[in-house]
């Protein structure tokens, strides 16, 4: 397309960009939404574009502590109207919840091939020293995919010369220019002298036909562990009338306190009254990893699903988004735990098989079905874990030694089968000191080697000295490359 026949469609919201003073000739005047004309007549730079620019108007303009879902997919569904005439979209708005809406849309927006760049500034055009102009002017640059650069087909929020996937994105300044980072996820695009656009981990256009999903349900809240946290507050908490789902945030990689009455009003919460809880991390930066320690590994017991690298704005909206496709606990648990728009670095697959209370040689464990779309040759881990794992009785030495063998698919193995098979994911041994344990077996290489995603998974646990063996809980978690 040339330069002069692109057009970008510029839709305002409100926020601090584009507002200017009431009174043209008062600078001390009230700051109101203004009209693009007079957005243009405080900077020279935006006649020297080299595309059209149409701007709409039509939605109410608000304060960005209002925004709402009605309001996200009310942006959705100008963009929708409007898809076939503009080479891409610049949104105004506020700072305060620009990556919520840059989120929701990212789930909003089926199959977009085209920019949808979101900006604001902490300072308005009216001020003399302002971050508004050049957030704007290359906003505009960038939906237009103008002067060469490459197409960006992603809701994406640009700041302080940073273009940022949306989803990925947090709010970390409230008033510096450097206002937005994205933790988990390097810039799509830094911009200096040259806008350099990394293409490489850009998403790629789907080239299917672009719609809009129109529901997102609110029934969802974030909340906080702490230190001292009451059972009763979590009782409270999961009580709200029409909750339909949890994002907790943890402290770490995903930890959360042990003690029975809190781990009781979770479960309870899940079984009972067929919550979604998912697990995410307080830390700015980093990832949850169910299981490496005990405190998440009870948390993956009782059904607490892994939130991986997801920003708290990112699980939450992509929770709204889930329900409101009108899926069930078990699909949007399923769900979360998969890359969908390029929130998350892995597709996460649990395996929660049942307690082996009872002490036996061997355990053959119930299958578990592999969701659609697993892709064993994008495997990146694959662990393991038994929780309190014991040993009690058996023959030979009077030493307790903990010997097992782990076998995937395998059911027939017992203490004869070879360890050298491809099933073998892997040999347990460890001192016992009569003492119930944890244990990891890394298994990564093996699980590439046997998992067949067209037939369940099933493990085998068999003892190698004759001694029976029991566990609180055993957990195979895979994780996988995303397709960016």
Not at 458 to 467: A, E, H, I
């Amino acid at each position: 397309m040339e330069e002069n026949s692109k057009k970008v469609l510029m839709i305002c919201t409100g926020g601090t960009i584009g507002m200017l003073p009431k009174d043209k000739n008062d600078s001390l005047s009230p700051l109101v939404p203004a009209s693009w004309d007079r957005i243009k007549d405080n900077s020279p730079a935006f006649d020297q574009l080299s595309f059209e620019v149409d701007v709409d108007e039509r939605l109410r303009p608000i304060d960005s502590s209002d925004m709402n879902p009605e309001y996200w997919i009310s942006i959705a569904k100008k963009i929708r109207d409007d898809y076939e005439k503009y080479s891409g979209f610049v949104i105004l708005h506020g700072t305060d919840t620009m990556t919520y809406t840059a989120t929701a849309l990212s789930f909003l927006l089926e199959n977009l091939d085209k920019p949808v760049i979101i900006t604001g500034s902490q300072l308005p055009l009216a001020k003399a020293r302002n971050d508004a102009a050049q957030n704007l002017v290359t906003a505009l640059m960038l939906a237009a995919s103008a002067d060469g650069l490459p197409t960006v087909p992603e809701v994406c929020i640009l700041f302080n010369n940073t273009l940022l996937r949306g989803n990925r994105s947090r709010k970390i300044s409230s008033s510096g220019f450097a206002g937005f980072q994205s933790p988990n996820y390097r810039p799509l695009a830094e911009i200096g002298e040259h806008i350099k656009i990394d293409t490489k981990i850009v998403r790629k256009d789907t080239a299917k036909g672009f719609f809009i999903n129109e529901f997102l349900d609110p029934n969802v809240m974030v909340f906080d562990i702490f230190p001292g946290i009451s059972p009763t507050i979590l009782r409270n908490v999961f009580a709200i009338e029409g909750l339909k789902g949890v994002i907790l945030r943890t402290y770490g990689t995903g930890n959360a306190p042990t003690n029975e009455d809190f781990l009781k009003e979770i479960e309870f919460a899940i079984t009972k009254k067929n919550l979604a809880v998912v697990n995410i991390t307080q830390c700015a930066q980093g990832m949850v990893e169910m299981g490496l320690y005990d405190a998440s590994a009870q948390l993956s017991r009782i059904g607490v699903i892994s939130g991986v690298d997801m920003t708290p704005e990112a699980a939450l909206v992509k929770m709204m988004f889930l329900l409101g496709q009108g899926y069930d606990t078990t699909t949007v648990k399923e769900q979360m735990q998969k890359d969908l728009r390029g929130e998350q670095s892995v597709n996460v697959f649990n395996f929660i098989y049942e307690r082996g209370g009872t002490k036996e040689t061997v355990f053959k464990l119930a299958t578990k079905q592999l969701a659609a779309g697993f892709v064993k040759e994008k495997i990146v881990t694959a662990n393991i874990r038994f929780d309190a794992i014991a040993v009690k009785g058996g023959t030979g030495a009077e030493e307790k030694d903990l010997q097992a063998t782990v076998f995937m698919n395998y059911p027939s193995a017992d203490a004869t089968t070879s360890v050298d098979i491809p099933q073998c994911l892997g040999v347990i041994e460890k001192k016992y000191d009569g003492q119930s344990t944890d244990y990891v077996l890394e298994c990564t290489r093996k699980v590439r080697q046997v998992i067949d995603p067209s037939r369940p998974v099933q493990l085998t646990v068999v003892s190698r000295n004759g001694k029976d063996i029991s566990w609180d809980g055993a957990f195979l978690s895979i994780y996988t490359d995303v397709d960016i």
